[in-house]
């Protein structure tokens, strides 16, 4: 460690004391706002107190997560948090070393981009209900990827994390050194071009040429339009913007009607995938909440800016999803009807899609 860090960092941690006291439920992300820093950078501060740092191959940890048994995993960005509990099972690693992905199966269900992946430490936290155990990971810029906490046994004999599993995951890949400091960087933007510039036609037959919903990702890449600026780009022949208000009703409906649904949200290493039937829908302040024993998402409302039906062309069918975007031209969340490769969409899926108010 520098002579520099330890009163940086020792500094920061004092600030990081004194708000707490001022607001003693803000929690760990909203205090980093607060003082002007990223979230990583706030928790490297406690490393030496309840936090160890985590070096080696991301691959391998992910590779070991099943040890673990069933935890609840998180993935969030500004305007969405997903968060499942159950067991990591079926994890499967690919691509070359600077795009290795991992597709992880199973009651958790993640897409993980392992480029993203900076920072990890593993949290062992005192609180007033009892010690928070974690894994938790952060890109370059300090923004959390994703964070995996261990559970007690729950009802319906559900059994508990780990712990063991959990020390010696900690263990393997605990880091030589363990500085209360983390050095940030901005995350490296893909440059798109301005919309005006996008070569509207030639989008636009590329998307009508489309065989699977995962052509979108690349099509956006090969005419660099921000997505946003390609839904926009595609109104009235390929996207239809919706009320912002229609998504409670679309949840409400799901939910009532027991149709299964697809929901995708997460961060630039990790999207977090929900897959099935939803029960409890509830508004709270600014969030709109689906409260399920083993599913919770939280979606601020108050954070979307636009949302839209949005249709892909495949080998089975038009697929149809709701995209919504925030201010800033961001993803926050997506929802389709539950369907298998191989298998055309819902009907009862795109009844529901059709019957949403327009904007």
Same mark, same amino acid.
């Given at each position: ?8 960092? $020792? ?20 205090? $980093? ?82 480029? $993203? ?243």
């Amino acid at each position: 460690m520098s002579q520099l860090a330890e009163p940086v960092s $020792a500094t920061l941690r004092a600030r990081w004391d004194e708000l707490k006291k001022v607001k003693p439920t803000l929690r760990i992300r909203d205090c $980093a706002q607060e003082l002007g820093v990223s979230e990583a950078e706030l928790l490297a501060t406690t490393v030496g107190d309840y936090t160890t740092r985590l070096e080696g191959d991301w691959t391998k940890l992910v590779e070991r997560l099943p040890e673990l048994g069933r935890v609840m995993s998180l993935t969030r960005n500004e305007g969405c948090v997903l968060e499942h509990k159950g067991p990591f099972q079926k994890v499967e690693i690919m691509g070359p070393p600077a795009h290795r992905m991992a597709t992880v199966i199973g009651p958790i269900e993640t897409r993980v981009f392992f480029a $993203a992946w900076k920072f990890g430490f593993a949290v062992r936290l005192q609180t007033p209900h009892g010690l928070q155990q974690s894994i938790q990971i952060f890109d370059e810029a300090g923004n959390a990827v994703t964070k995996i906490f261990l559970v007690a046994p729950g009802p319906g004999n559900k059994a508990g994390s780990n712990q063991e599993a959990f020390d010696k995951l900690v263990a393997d890949f605990t880091a030589t050194e363990q500085s209360t400091e983390v050095v940030v960087a901005p995350v490296k933007e893909v440059p798109v071009k301005a919309i005006g510039d996008v070569d509207k036609d030639a989008l636009l037959t590329d998307w009508e040429n489309m065989k699977d919903t995962h052509d979108f990702f690349g099509m956006l890449r090969k005419h660099q339009v921000n997505r946003l600026d390609a839904v926009l780009l595609a109104e009235g022949k390929f996207s239809q913007r919706i009320q912002k208000n229609a998504l409670k009703d679309l949840l409400e409906s799901a939910a009532k009607d027991h149709l299964p649904i697809m929901v995708f949200a997460g961060s630039r290493g990790n999207i977090q995938i929900h897959q099935g039937k939803i029960q409890t829908i509830r508004v709270m302040d600014n969030w709109l909440n689906i409260l399920d024993p083993d599913f919770n998402m939280h979606l601020r409302e108050d954070m979307i800016d636009s949302a839209w039906i949005v249709k892909k062309p495949t080998t089975d069918g038009v697929v149809t999803a709701i995209e919504v975007f925030d201010k800033n031209k961001e993803m926050i969340v997506q929802f389709f009807g539950l369907r298998k490769p191989g298998l055309a969409e819902l009907e009862k899926w795109r009844a529901l899609v059709d019957s949403l108010p327009r904007a």
